[in-house]
């Protein structure tokens, strides 16, 4: 895929919003928590040798190489260069040849054409781009007639982990700008099948399930939490932005409360913590 190449001396407002907020941080560290509902998830999606899959924000590969493990013949896509860089580097240390990774928007794929890919997975990833119109549009677009377009999107107010992530650290953060649409309503069925509407895909043909990904980890909430703080980047937002206000204890505190409470593992000094999400499938 072309992507715009940004000088050195490109002045800060010349690159994408989501780009910078997705290079802050280093999602790897999260993702390696993921592995197995990453696996477990693609797995389901009767994913046979030969096929042409498109993970979208697909991260370090968490969804993508499990699926060309399986045969397929992957490319994934995400708007951060960190993550497709180590997208890569996964790829080759696992001997893979039929997946690659490269740069691009959700919102604008550049260089695919129409009709492409069998089953298209986008997990966690397409749900933040700008523009879900076009997401959706975009989407339908470069899948096959017939072929299958598969989201993990976060719900709103959901009691379990990262919607409530979302929630408080929001409440610390400016005002997002004018025109800003919430990546929280790709969790709503009424939403989606609007979008998807839109994008010509009937009701009919998107149905939904509650699903989860369960996060683990060998070392304690606490620490977890300290992950988060130190790699995700709408963590690291809400902390800079605390910190200015006086709050950052408070925000601290807040989240410590919500790690320990959703912390399943009966060892204290290791991570078990499942997160609720709509799966949404279209059929083309």
Request: some cysteine; hydrophobic content about 40%; charged content about 25%.
């Amino acid at each position: 895929m072309n992507t715009q190449t940004i000088s050195p001396a490109s002045t800060q407002q010349a690159i994408h919003p989501n780009k910078v907020l997705w290079e802050k941080g280093d999602f790897t560290k999260l993702a390696a928590t993921m592995r197995d509902s990453g696996a477990n998830l693609i797995h389901q999606l009767g994913i046979k040798p030969g096929m042409e899959v498109l993970d979208l924000g697909c991260g370090d590969g968490t969804t993508a190489i499990p699926a060309a493990q399986l045969g397929a013949n992957v490319l994934g896509v995400d708007i951060a260069a960190n993550l497709v860089e180590a997208g890569n580097k996964r790829v080759k240390e696992e001997g893979l040849k039929n997946c690659t990774f490269r740069e691009g928007d959700a919102a604008d794929l550049k260089g695919i054409e129409n009709d492409r890919f069998d089953v298209l997975v986008t997990v966690f990833g397409a749900m933040f781009a700008s523009r879900p119109l076009d997401v959706a549009k975009e989407m339908v677009r470069v899948t096959k007639p017939g072929g299958k377009i598969v989201m993990g999107n976060w719900i709103p107010n959901d009691p379990t982990l990262v919607a409530q992530i979302l929630k408080i650290s929001s409440a610390y953060t400016p005002a997002p700008p004018a025109g800003f649409v919430s990546p929280m309503l790709w969790g709503i069925e009424n939403e989606v099948i609007e979008r998807f509407a839109q994008a010509g895909i009937p009701k009919e043909r998107i149905s939904f399930q509650k699903d989860t990904f369960t996060f683990r980890a060998p070392f304690s909430s606490a620490q977890f939490l300290d992950t988060f703080k130190t790699y995700y980047g709408p963590m690291m937002n809400a902390f800079e932005a605390a910190k200015q206000n006086g709050k950052e204890l408070e925000l601290e505190n807040e989240l410590k409360a919500l790690f320990k409470r959703c912390n399943e593992s009966k060892d204290e000094n290791a991570t078990l913590i499942p997160a609720t999400l709509l799966r949404v499938t279209a059929i083309k």
